[in-house]
C-alpha cells in the first residue's frame, strides 16, 4: 500500500469486528511510528495500549458511571466553547450525516447520547490506545503527538487495520488516571480504537465531506 492509499483508505470507523490484533503487530506499528518528526525531537508522546481484561475492566467502570450518572471534569477543551463558523457547521454535518445513517432522528436525545456512549466501549475494538503527554507541553507538542497518532492511524491501513481517534475519552481523565496509573505530571489527550473493521456495519458507510482546494489554501507567488 502507497502512502496515498492509506491516506485515501483511512476514516474513521465506528464498529470493529471481535478479532484480535496479535501484539506483534501493535509493535510493528508504533515502532514505525515512531519516526514521527517533532519539534526539537521531544517525541512528547507516550502510548497507553490496552486490550483484554484491562480493556473490559475499563469498559465496564466507565458503563457503571454512566448509568449512576457519575460526570467527571475534562482537563482541557476539546473545542473552543463558541465554536466559529464555518467551524460549527461542518461540526453539525458530520454528526447529522452520521446520525442520519443509523437512523437517529435529530429530536432523539437518549439515541445520540447512546450512540456517544459507544465510544466508551471502543466501537466494540479489540484494542485502545491512549495518547498521554507531561503536562508542561504547549500546543506545539500536542501537534506532534497528533502527527505521532496519523503514521499510527496510516500505518494501520497497510496491516488491513482501522482506527477511529476519540477525544471522547477526555470526558474520563479520573478514570483513566486510576486505570492507567498516570502520574499528576501527565494529561490523558486522545484515545484511539483500533481493530478490524465490520464491512457489514452501516455506521461505516460515512464518507465525510471535505472543503474544496479552493477553500483552504492561499496560493502566493505563483
Ligand atoms: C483528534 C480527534 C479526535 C476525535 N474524536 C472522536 C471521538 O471521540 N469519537 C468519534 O466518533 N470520532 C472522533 N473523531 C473522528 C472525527 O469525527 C473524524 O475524523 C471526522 O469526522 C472526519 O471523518 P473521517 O476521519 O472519517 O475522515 C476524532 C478525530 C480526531 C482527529
Redesign the pocket.
Known sequence: MNVSDAIKS?????QFLDKPVPLETLREILEISKRAPSGGNLQPWTVHVVTGEALKSLIRDVEDKLKRGVNEEPEYN?YPPDLIEPYRTRRRI?GQQ?YDLIGVPRSDTPGKLKQ?A??FRF?DAPVGLFFVLHRQMEIGQYADV?MF?ENIMLLAREYGLDT???????RWPQTLKSHLSLSDDEIL???MALGYRDEEAVINE???E?ESFENFVTLHGF
Open positions: 483511512r476514516m474513521t470507523v465506528r476539546v458530520v452520521l456517544l459507544r465510544n466501537f497528533g497518532m477511529c481517534p476519540q477525544e471522547a475519552w477526555a489527550f486522545c484515545g460515512l464518507v465525510s471535505r
